[in-house]
């Protein structure tokens, strides 16, 4: 298994989780995002992340995992890719998204009473090559 590298300001690690050949060819793309987000979830708690809830909704939004990293509460976008021809995990999370994360976290600390807690946005980058996953987590990925 490698070990967690820190490249161009993200922190890389080679997931220990091998999927097989073709798997992915097989399946729909909500149970692919599923897969990612399980695979995210996974590894964040190999971070020390815990894991507080999964596909958060609030209005006609969500978040894909919400966690503790110490005393922080943090809101996560999980972004996977199998190919590149729609570019990185990273640009698919755009400013309509980001708008839209912040709004539901608004929502998640109103609904929780939790205005006072320290917050942020991690991203959670996998790209899959030759059916195995490498994931990248961008902390504090916005403001």
């Known amino acids: 298994m490698g070990r967690v590298r820190f490249i161009d300001g993200v922190f890389a690690f080679p997931c220990p989780r091998m999927l097989g050949e073709g798997r992915f060819g097989q399946m729909n793309t909500r149970t692919k995002g599923v897969e990612g987000e399980e695979l995210a979830a ?5 971070e020390g992340y815990q894991i507080i809830e999964r596909n958060y909704r609030f209005d006609r939004g969500e978040i894909d995992l919400v966690a503790r990293d110490g005393n922080e509460l943090v809101f996560i976008e999980v972004k996977a890719r199998h190919s590149g021809s729609f570019g990185t995990p ?28 320290a917050c942020r946005f991690d991203v959670v980058a996998i790209t899959f090559e030759r059916g195995k996953p490498s994931i990248r987590l961008i902390r504090n990925a916005f403001i």
């Not at 996974?42 to 190999?46: I, W």
């Not at 999370?93 to 807690?117: D, F, I, N």
Request: no cysteine.
């Open 42 to 46: 996974e590894f964040l708690e190999r």
């Open 90 to 117: 990273e640009e698919a999370v755009t400013l309509s998204k980001e708008l839209q994360m912040k709004k539901v976290a608004e929502g998640y600390l109103g609904e929780h009473r939790l205005e006072e807690q």
